[in-house]
């Protein structure tokens, strides 16, 4: 049987350590203004201007305003020991009780894999409940306790108050309009 060739690299060769030391040879200092030449010239823009702005693309935009809000809602759960992933899934839960674990993924926008850890988290603090669905006995159907209705109550008042600060200056036709353009891009495109 042949042995096979030993690969070989393009590299140029290295200087070898002497017996007994631990550390590789010194390289020399590069000077970090060699690899930035004029830093303040490669600085984006603020968000809300140029192309994070509205002469931006709209779904950039549009992913630019979901990370804005989602940061904020972040920060506004943390008094409530929730996470966002968490309080997607109680909402969804208490809007649409008995969703199995693969539907609550679809509906939460998280992997089957993120739900089955939130699942498991909120299960262990007795904020949900799992049944066996009737005809389909393998597939477990989740409901929200009592204890996650009040949870899901603290944590919903943080998210209206960001709401509050999200449709500030906007009238309810505005509102309403901006509601259905967004629900029909979702719509549409999930369909495509």
Known sequence: ??????????????????????????????????LRPNASAIRPPSPGVGKRGEDGY??????????????????ALTPTGLTHPQFVVLTMLKAYPGLSGADLARVALLTPQTVNVIIG??????????????????VLQWTVTRRGLALLAKARRQATALERRLTGGLSKRDLATIRRWLARIASELHQA
């Open 1 to 34: 049987m042949r042995k096979p060739k030993a690969l070989t690299t393009s590299r140029a060769p290295t200087k070898s350590r002497p017996v007994g030391s631990s550390k590789p040879p010194a390289r020399p200092a590069r000077s970090r203004t060699a």
């Open 58 to 75: 709209l779904a950039y935009l549009l992913r630019q305003a979901q990370a804005a809000a989602r940061l904020s809602l972040d920060r």
């Open 121 to 138: 988290n909120l299960e262990r603090d007795g904020a949900i409940r799992k049944a066996p669905h009737p005809v389909h006995g393998r």
